[in-house]
């Protein structure tokens, strides 16, 4: 689905990640972890396309990222930002804005757009909030929002950095089941968590991140048994089980 070959990367002349080499599957959760400055964050972006690669390339399905136009990597992957504006709009406008990689001359939406956005309105439990104006909303409304935004876009990979963050912890559990669902569905989700029991928990596997490079992969409980995450976070990790569960 997503491969990285030697990709080195970062921000006007300054490499932030280096060599870094990653097969995402379809139909698998991968969670990238490390802490602050790391390149986690850049990490993702590289893959979004949305930064110039200093070395190697980064294959979609098969072809060179650079090859497609920013609509057609629209169709096949999308990326949510840790940091954003707020656009004065409502939160219906901004969930049509999701469906834009999709329509078709002269760029209105379609019957199927409309139930997409329905669909995920209902989903998100956002039906209450549709008419407020984005400045209006809380931090965890407007994350749910935005992420609801991602889903209306349906795209079979989603690159997610700290996607529950804001949110109440039942909305963050809830969020990160739906993630669960949505990879049984063949989706390809790559995200960042800060939460190293969420992280341990929700992921088929784990990336562990230094100083811009990858130093371990593997399953959470290769992760969680092998020290690396002592010898990165300096804690002691006793048990990769997750105590809590929605309730909503």
């Known amino acids: 689905m997503l491969k990285l070959n030697y990709v080195s990367s970062g921000y006007h002349q300054t490499c932030v990640i280096h060599d870094i080499n990653l097969f995402f599957e379809q139909g698998t959760i991968y969670t990238i972890v490390g802490k602050n400055g790391c390149g986690k964050s850049t990490l993702l972006k590289a ?37 954003r504006t707020l656009p004065n709009i409502t939160v219906a406008r901004l969930l049509e804005h999701g469906r834009f990689p999709h329509l078709g001359h002269p760029g209105r939406l379609s019957l199927a757009d409309r139930h997409c956005i ?74 960042v968590l800060h939460d190293l029991s969420q992280a341990l928990h929700y992921s088929d596997r784990i990336i562990v991140m230094d100083e811009g490079q990858v130093i371990q992969t593997g399953s959470p409980k290769e992760i969680s048994e092998n020290g690396i995450l002592s010898a990165v976070f300096h804690v002691k990790i006793e048990d990769h089980n997750y105590p809590f569960h929605p309730d909503i």
């Open 47 to 83: 893959c979004a396309g949305l930064l110039p690669l200093f070395t190697g390339k980064i294959v979609l399905e098969g072809q060179d990222m650079n090859q497609y136009s920013s609509i057609d990597r629209a169709k096949k992957l999308t990326y949510l930002s840790q940091f």
């Open 118 to 191: 329905d669909r995920i309105i209902d989903l998100m439990n956002l039906r209450d909030l549709c008419n407020k104006p984005l400045p209006a909303l809380s931090g965890g409304e407007c994350q749910r929002v935005f992420l609801a935004m991602k889903l209306v876009q349906d795209t079979p990979i989603l690159l997610l950095d700290e996607p529950t963050t804001y949110m109440d912890i039942e909305y963050q559990l809830f969020f990160l089941d739906l993630l669960t669902k949505l990879k049984e569905e063949g989706r390809t989700i790559v995200l």
